[in-house]
């Protein structure tokens, strides 16, 4: 059972260009999440999704797409990345009880 | 504004000793509150669960009480040992449904040998 997993968990951008951070989870959560976490400010959700086809924005959504076209999968699109995205990204799903279940960690650096 | 409290100073402690943290919290009445353990490098993990109207929860070593009134959430660690070592995260849902967790910062617990 692997949980949740997240790829790549590492990645150097320039500024302006645009990457995909894949999320897939195999414990049949409906719901998903992204969060950001930066030295100091603890986690911050930036997506989150309820199921598939249904996505809202979280605390820090500008500057990040998402799409949840099945159950598994929730990737996160930076379209044009700046160095204030620098950040290690986090993602979750959450089972009935309320918990969340992370993956390690996507950690991007924007030049 | 809304936010959670964790003490940002690192917690240091003996080994055998029961550590303490604290996660504070305003204008949110969650119906429950979380507390996970995040080790350098990797992802958060979930530990306990205490929903509003539960004061004590425990599992193996780990208790954590809730104060509705207080807005309060204590986290001990009994018996600590140094494999306890790592940073300790309190997270809550401000609305209905649980979509928006929230996360503390996060306080960095050392167990000394």
């Known amino acids: 059972n692997a949980g949740v997993t997240q790829t790549p968990k590492f990645q150097v951008l320039k500024t302006g260009q645009s990457m995909t951070l894949q999320c897939a989870q195999d414990?049949?959560?409906?719901?998903m999440s992204w969060y950001r976490q930066d030295p100091g400010m603890g986690l911050r959700l930036i997506h989150y999704?309820?199921?598939?086809?249904?996505?809202d924005q979280g605390e820090v959504p500008n500057g990040y797409n998402v799409s949840r076209s099945t159950t598994e999968d929730f990737p996160l699109r930076l379209l044009l990345a700046a160095p204030s995205q620098t950040s290690v990204y986090f993602c979750a799903s959450r089972n009935r009880h309320g918990e969340l279940f992370f993956g390690e960690g996507s950690r991007l650096t924007v030049l | 504004s809304q936010k959670i409290e964790q003490n940002s100073e690192a917690l240091n402690i003996q080994e055998g000793k029961t550590a303490t943290l604290t996660c504070n919290y305003t204008n949110y009445s969650p119906a429950y509150l979380q507390w996970y353990r995040q080790d350098p490098g990797r992802g958060p993990v979930f530990l306990l669960l205490i929903r509003e109207n539960e004061k004590e929860k425990r599992k193996e070593r780990l208790k954590v009480t809730f104060d509705t009134t207080l807005k309060q959430s204590l986290f001990h660690i009994t018996a600590s040992q140094p494999a306890d070592s790592a940073t300790y995260l309190c997270a809550l849902d401000p609305g209905a449904g649980g979509f928006k967790t929230i996360f503390g910062a996060g306080t960095r617990l050392f167990v000394k040998a």
């Open positions: 999704s309820v199921g598939a086809g249904i996505t």
């Open positions: 414990m049949n959560h409906e719901y």
